[in-house]
C-alpha cells in the first residue's frame, strides 16, 4: 500500500501549501484546519466544504491522519488507559484520568525513553523511537473523551525534551486559533531538565512545566536518574530561578516518593532549600512498584509529614491521588506493547 502524509500534526502554514500543491485556493487550509481541529473528521472525504475534486486530489497523497486507538481498558476509578500504535515495534499509551470537573489525557511522546531512570517502566524498556506531532495529537483526538477533555499533561510514556519539535508542533496545534484554541494554562510539559530542551520550551509556548526531581542530593538522583550526570538538578533550578513564572505559568516539581529512600525530613529540607525563590510548587507522587526495582511505596502518615514539613517551609506541596494503579495506568507504569510479527 502506498504511503499517505498524515494532515493532522501540520500547523496552518503547511496546510497552506498543501492545499497551493492540490490547486486549492488559500483558504480551503483554514477549512482543512477546521475539519480536522474542531469537527474532528477521520475521512478527508467528510470534508464536504471541499469541492469532490479538490478532495479526490487530496486523498491520492494524504489521509486525515487519525488512528483508533488499538485498546481501551478501564479502571474501577474511572481512569481509563489507551494503547496506540507507536514507533517500531512498540506501541505507546496513553491515560485519560476523570476528576469531579476536569478530565485530563496523560499523552506519551515517544515509544519507550532514553533517560533509563531506574523507576520507570517506560525506562526499563528502552528507546524506540520519536512519535510524530500526528501521533501526539492523535491521541487526544481518538480518545472517547475527546470532547469532553479539559487538560492534556506530558506525563506519559518518553521525555518530551527529547522530541521537542514533534511536542512543540502539538502544543501550537493544541494552542492556535486554527487548531484546538485551548488556553496553554490546559497543558503540562513534564520533563527531567534538559536544559537547552527547557529554554525552547520557555521560548516557543506558554504552557505550564513540571521538573521531575525525585532527591534533592545530586549522587543519591544520579542514582535514580542518570540524566543527573549531564544536568545536576541544581543547575536547572537555577535556570529556572531566573524565569518569571509568577503570572501566566507555573512551575511544579514532581517528588515520587519511595520507603525509606528519599521520604524523609532530611530530604524535605534540602529540596525547600533547592527550590527556595522559585515559586515551584510540589507534587507528591507515591512510588509506584515496577518489576526489577526493589523500592517500595511509603506509608501514608510518612507523605502527609512530608507534605506538612514542606509547607511549613513555605513550599506549596500537595500529594497527588494515586489514579488507574489497577490497571497498570499510573504514573511510571506504562510500558506499551511489544508488536508481534
Ligand atoms: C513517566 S514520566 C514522563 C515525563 C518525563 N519523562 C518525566 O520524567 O518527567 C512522568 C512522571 O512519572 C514519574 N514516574 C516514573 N516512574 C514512576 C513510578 N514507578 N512511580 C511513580 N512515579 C513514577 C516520573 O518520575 C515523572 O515525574
Ligand atoms: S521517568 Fe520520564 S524520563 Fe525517566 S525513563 Fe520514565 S519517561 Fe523517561
Redesign the pocket.
Known sequence: MEYLSPLIGMNLAELESVAAGCGMPRYAARQMADWLYQKRVAKIDDMTNLSKRARATLAEVYCTGREEPLKRVSSADGTVKYLFRGASDRDVEAVMIPDHDRCTLCVSS?A??????A??????QGFHGNLSAAQIINQILSVEESESLTNVVF?????PT?NLDAVVRAIEILTATWGLAWSPKRITV???GRPDGIRRLLDMTKVHLAL?VHSPFGSERADM?P?ERAYPVAEVIELLRGHDFAHQRRLSVEY?MMKGKNDDIRHADALARLLRGTDARVNLIRFHPVPGYDEKAPEAGVMTAFRDRLNALGITATIRASRGEDIDAA??M?AGKEKKG
Not at 519507550?112 to 531512570?117: A, D, L, S, V
Not at 523507576?119 to 526499563?124: A, D, E, S
Open positions: 515517544q519507550g525513553c532514553r533517560m533509563n531512570c523507576f520507570c517502566m517506560t525506562g526499563r506525563m506519559g510514556m518518553g521525555e527529547d513534564s520533563t527531567v521531575s536518574m540524566v515520587t504514573c511510571g506504562l
